[in-house]
């Protein structure tokens, strides 16, 4: 039987998840108590974690009134976008080069996982088709074997879920669009073409772009650098 884990954890996972859901809106309020009666615990722990959501930019504290979530603004959306395109684009140049069979191996476990998220389109699965998209693009950076920039695109997981695009994904028309654009870059990898792969990188996440900033646009206003200021009648 698994230790569990400690209230101050759970906290920072109940709160986190919801923020990167999209359950928590950018600009929206969220007090201590309601985390921890959720939770049923007692609000000590709930602050441990807020300290800590705000010390990754995902909440801003205001003592004795509560916190608000901070919004995603169109900087940071043209920030990981430009950060993803430059990793990726250098990841498909290492990959290109690898030998015939090492090449071959990973087209062959893209084009698998491509299958899956066809699957998961047709069944409306939005929220798994987006875990099945970022791992797409996460196996050809991981295949550039370069440890350091691996790590550099894990960090920008949190970013770029928070731009609204599990709402985004819901999108049926989206979904179909995503998944063609991703076989275009498995059959451009298969071919060694990396000029080719840059210009459909690009292209795709510029659409990535406008339907991110468009969701923010529809949801809370959001592409904003907002400064709120919660009423007192937040516990």
């Known amino acids: 039987m698994g230790r569990a884990l400690p209230t101050s954890q759970r906290a920072y996972d109940y709160a986190k998840e919801r923020i990167l859901e999209g359950i928590l809106a950018g600009g929206e309020l969220i007090s201590e108590g309601t985390v921890a009666d959720a939770l049923g615990i007692s609000r000590t722990p709930v602050r441990e974690a807020f300290l800590r959501l705000e010390a990754e930019g995902l909440l801003r504290l205001y003592p004795k009134r509560g916190a608000v979530v901070v ?3 169109a900087k940071e959306v043209e920030s990981v976008l430009e950060t993803r395109e430059l990793i990726e684009s250098f990841a ?4 290109a080069a690898l030998g015939a069979a090492a090449l071959g191996k990973l087209v062959g476990e893209l084009r698998d996982q491509l299958r899956e998220q066809r ?4 069944a409306g699965e939005g929220k798994a088709f987006v875990a099945a998209d970022q791992l797409f693009h996460q196996m050809i950076v991981a295949a550039a074997d370069n440890p350091i920039l691996l790590d550099l ?12 695009l599990f709402a985004v994904f819901h999108d049926g028309d989206r979904l179909r669009a995503t998944n063609h654009q991703h076989v275009e870059l498995v059959d451009l990898l298969e071919r060694g073409d990396v000029a080719g792969y840059r210009t459909a990188l690009r292209g795709h996440l510029r659409g990535t772009r406008a339907a991110a900033l468009g969701r923010q646009d529809g949801r809370d206003g959001a592409v904003q650098d907002s400064s709120i200021h919660p009423s007192t009648g937040v516990d």
């Open 71 to 73: 919004p995603v603004s």
């Open 92 to 95: 498909a140049e290492k990959v």
């Open 119 to 122: 699957k998961l389109r047709e």
């Open 153 to 164: 695109y894990a960090g920008l997981r949190d970013r770029q879920q928070r731009m609204g």
